[in-house]
């Protein structure tokens, strides 16, 4: 009974990718996940679309909206963790990637929501620009950089929004400056709405690219986290305290569950070996929380977002 209920879904589902795959064109099937995130985790997508027009990107939702396919959406995938079962529906990866330095009464950049933030930055230290020189080498896209309000150095996507055009089924697409975010501590309003960005516009400064500053950002990385498969910062950091420290403290640094490992270097990093799936992730998440919540009472909160399949 259960097994052919699984069955008409699944028919009716294929029938509602049929009618998708004739109105968006490129749309793949089957595209593993792990292809697409810095983790290197996730089984297939039933349907895969590489979105490099984001001007395409709302009257597409709305078509799959409307024929009831389930979707998710995102950028660089480096704060993602796919599901090792893949996705049952539409995955739309952001690579709009276009931008232009605006030069008025203050210089601004404007760009795509897929435009890469560390490719941002180096342009704009090629015009002398000062602003993002915190987010040299930052893995990511600006759409990403902005749902999660990224940071680093006490500088973060936040302090230099001038605005941002958003889409939403009800609302359609609108304009709304920085204000509208809510921005806290790696969070943004849009965790709650789920109203997508297509396009930012940055305020930069003319005072000269701050080039021991960036520099110090790159060497920072080098030299404090690990290199691999990863999706740097796994928990965020409690209130006056570091996730990492606290993980460590509880003897979990450099513990393994599968091809999963606690990094040796940070032990807020979680590592892909080469092999784990995303259950031996998650087994590590609860130990990590487990411990940490039984040894100082605190509850560890995800950075990263973990997609269901
Ligand atoms: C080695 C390493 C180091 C890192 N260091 C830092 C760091 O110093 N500081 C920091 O803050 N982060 C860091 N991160 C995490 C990550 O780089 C950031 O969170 C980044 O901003 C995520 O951008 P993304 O495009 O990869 O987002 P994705 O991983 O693709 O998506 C993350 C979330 O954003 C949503 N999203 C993506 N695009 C859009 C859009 N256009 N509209 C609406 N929602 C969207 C997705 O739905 C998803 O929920 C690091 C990651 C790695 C791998």
Request: net charge neutral; proline share 3%; glycine share 8%.
């Amino acid at each position: 009974m259960i097994l052919n209920l699984f069955r008409i879904e699944r028919a009716m589902l294929q029938q509602k990718y049929s009618i998708l795959i004739q109105k968006i064109p490129d749309l793949k099937s089957q595209e593993f996940l792990s292809n697409h995130c810095t983790f290197r985790i996730g089984g297939p997508a039933d349907l895969f679309w590489n979105c490099s027009d984001i001007n395409l990107l709302p009257e597409f939702l709305k078509i799959t909206k409307n024929l009831e396919i389930p979707y998710f959406i995102f950028g660089g995938g480096s704060n993602i963790l796919f599901d090792s079962n893949g996705f049952r529906g539409l995955v739309i990866k952001i690579t709009d990637s276009n931008f232009e330095f605006i030069n008025s009464s203050a210089p601004f950049l404007k760009a795509s929501a897929g435009a890469r933030m560390a490719l941002l930055a180096k342009e704009s230290f090629s015009k002398k620009l000062t602003g993002l020189e915190w987010a040299n080498g930052l893995p990511g896209t600006l759409g990403g950089a902005i749902y999660g309000n990224a940071g680093c150095h006490d500088c973060e996507i936040a302090d230099l929004i001038e605005n941002v055009t958003l889409y939403d089924f009800e609302k359609g697409i609108f304009e709304v400056k920085k204000d509208y975010f809510d921005f806290k501590y790696r969070d943004s309003k849009l965790k709650k709405t789920k109203e997508i960005v297509l396009k930012a516009t940055l305020k930069l400064k003319n005072t000269n690219t701050d080039l021991k500053k960036s520099k110090e950002a790159v060497n920072f990385r080098a030299e404090k986290q690990p290199w691999g498969f990863t999706t740097g910062s796994f928990f965020k950091n409690p209130e006056g305290d570091s996730a990492g420290r606290l993980i460590d403290s509880v003897g979990l640094k450099g513990y393994q569950i599968g091809e999963a490992k606690i990094s040796e270097k940070h032990a807020n990093f979680f590592m892909n070996l080469g092999h784990a799936t995303s259950d031996d992730i998650l087994k590590l998440r609860a130990l990590a929380k487990e411990k940490v919540m039984a040894n100082f009472g605190i509850e560890l909160e995800d950075e990263i977002i973990i997609v269901n399949s």
